[in-house]
């Protein structure tokens, strides 16, 4: 599974500004909907809800909110860069500035959890988020959360 079957370049968020996690998710929700045509309110009741269970600020400035709804077909990505980083109460306490919202379908079990894994594995890269917190185009912020593994980190020849 590649970030790109995750993330479209629509769902790249580059310079998002919020006040809080309640602001931030409910952006996520808004962007979600227009993307999934499920209604914010639901989506952002289906993010809350998994909060609750407990953070998904995974530390290092990185947060991983997802969910599962009945009303979408395949598993939807949102990226998000934070303007400022905020208080996202993660594991570290540390703010939050990299976000990437995982949306998937009920009955997506294993792959609901690889997707989670795959985005996991890409923002414990260093290297990755150090290209992802200086660069501040959506297209930019694409290709790099959608580079092959073996690329991320390495220098271009």
Same mark, same amino acid.
């Given at each position: ?67 599962? &709804? @009945? !009303?979408?077909?395949?598993? *939807? /990505?949102?990226? $998000? ?63 790099? &959360? @959608? !580079?092959?593994?073996?690329? *991320? /980190?390495?220098? $271009?020849?």
């Amino acid at each position: 599974m590649q970030i790109s079957d995750l993330l479209s370049p629509e769902g790249v968020l580059p310079s998002l500004k919020v006040k809080d996690k309640k602001q931030l998710l409910q952006h996520l929700a808004d962007k979600a909907s227009l993307l999934t045509r499920v209604p914010s309110a639901r989506i952002l009741e289906t993010l809350v809800e998994r909060e609750r269970l407990g953070t998904t600020g995974v530390g290092q400035g990185i947060a991983i909110p997802h969910g599962r &709804l @009945t !009303e979408i077909k395949k598993i *939807t /990505g949102i990226f $998000a860069k934070l303007e400022t980083p905020i208080e996202y109460e993660a594991v570290d306490n540390q703010p939050v500035e990299l976000v990437f919202m995982l949306l998937a379908p009920e009955g997506a079990g294993a792959d609901h959890l690889k997707a989670l894994a795959r985005v996991s594995r890409l923002l414990r890269n260093q290297a990755a988020c150090e290209k992802l917190r200086k660069t501040a185009s959506s297209e930019a912020l694409y290709a790099i &959360l @959608t !580079e092959p593994p073996a690329a *991320t /980190g390495s220098v $271009a020849a």
